[in-house]
């Protein structure tokens, strides 16, 4: 039996208010952890699954991580290889953090270091969406192209996603309350269609925002981080998100919005002193709502997912 290896994939902040399906960066933590080590049987099995309660499946069919990771396996050619892979799930599941594109990278990725694969990280995007598509219903990169790459990403496509450059000093805070939000219902609560003049705001705000990192314009970014598609048609999932967005703002900071699909809000703000205070701001609000909520305060994390 050989000795194994393990590695990290990051929890993401998708969609950056104006960026629907196209902008995400990753946290610093939570994410998810995998395990695994070659075994002398054929194939790819689940051996054990920590800290999901039971609520994730050992079919490697029907796992994001183990879908991810057989993906590649098909691609490499190494589908019979006898691979045994361990789940440690840190972070909660219906969060609006990327839980399940957390799992799938993290698992594509565990296979692609142990078999040593001559693929680059970006390569393994194809593979790490077979595995999210299955949680999320939808093909699209916002979360897992930032938990493998790391940083600010933009996702033209599923597949061509750009790095783009964030000032010195940026802080990110996420509140997570615990509601659950499912990232499919969430998805079919949208209208179809959007009026002309908030697609025209949109696409003035995500260009704007893209313009303000390149440039580190502050100014730019806080007026750009503003969403005219989704928040208003989500906002009712989550109890105390206006109040929780009003008092992110009071304290300063350059934008506030829902954190993906939701339930978590994040914040992005200037310096980690404001991200703090918003911090503090935003707990007070579902704490006097008397829901329970964890808060996580970074950097954007610039690796992605990582070899421990
Ligand atoms: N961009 C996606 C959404 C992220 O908001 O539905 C969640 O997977």
Redesign the pocket.
């Known amino acids: 039996m050989s000795s194994g290896i393990k590695v990290f994939a990051p929890a993401t902040v998708?969609?950056v208010a104006c960026g629907?399906?196209?902008l995400?960066y990753a946290l610093h933590k939570p994410g998810d952890e995998i395990t695994v080590r070659f075994k002398d049987t054929k194939g790819l099995v689940i051996k054990e699954i920590r800290g999901a309660k039971g609520k994730l499946p050992y079919d490697i069919h029907k796992n994001t991580a183990s879908v991810a990771a057989l993906s590649l396996l098909k691609h490499l050619g190494e589908e019979e290889r006898g691979i045994e892979m361990t789940i440690h799930k840190k972070m909660p599941f219906g969060s609006?953090l990327?839980s399940?594109?957390a799992s799938a990278v993290a698992g594509a990725f565990a296979v692609h270091k142990l078999l040593k694969s001559p693929l680059s990280k970006r390569d393994l995007l194809p593979f790490i969406l077979d595995g999210?598509v299955l949680?999320?219903g939808?093909r699209?990169s916002?979360?897992v192209a930032p938990s493998l790459l790391g940083g600010m990403i933009l996702c033209r496509t599923a597949t061509e996603v750009y790095r783009l450059p964030t000032p010195k000093g940026l802080y990110t805070t996420v509140v997570y309350p615990h509601i659950e939000v499912l990232?499919k219902e969430?998805?079919a609560i949208?209208k179809p269609e959007v009026p002309l003049k908030n697609a025209i705001a949109q696409s003035a705000n995500i260009a704007g925002l893209i313009t303000g990192f390149y440039n580190s314009d502050f100014d730019l970014i806080k007026s750009c981080l503003e969403d005219h598609l989704?928040e208003h048609q989500?906002a009712p999932l989550i109890k105390g998100f206006y109040k929780v967005k009003e008092a992110a703002l009071k304290e300063g900071v350059l934008g506030c919005s829902?954190s993906?699909?939701?339930p978590s809000i994040f914040a992005i703000s200037a310096n980690s002193l404001i991200a703090e205070n918003a911090g503090v701001a935003m707990q007070r609000v579902f704490n006097d709502l008397k829901i329970e909520n964890d808060l996580f305060i970074s950097e954007i994390n610039s690796e992605g997912a990582i070899l421990l």
């Open positions: 998708s969609n629907f399906d196209v995400g609006g990327g399940s594109a999210e949680a999320s939808s699209h916002d979360n990232t969430a998805r949208l989704i989500r829902i993906g699909a939701g």
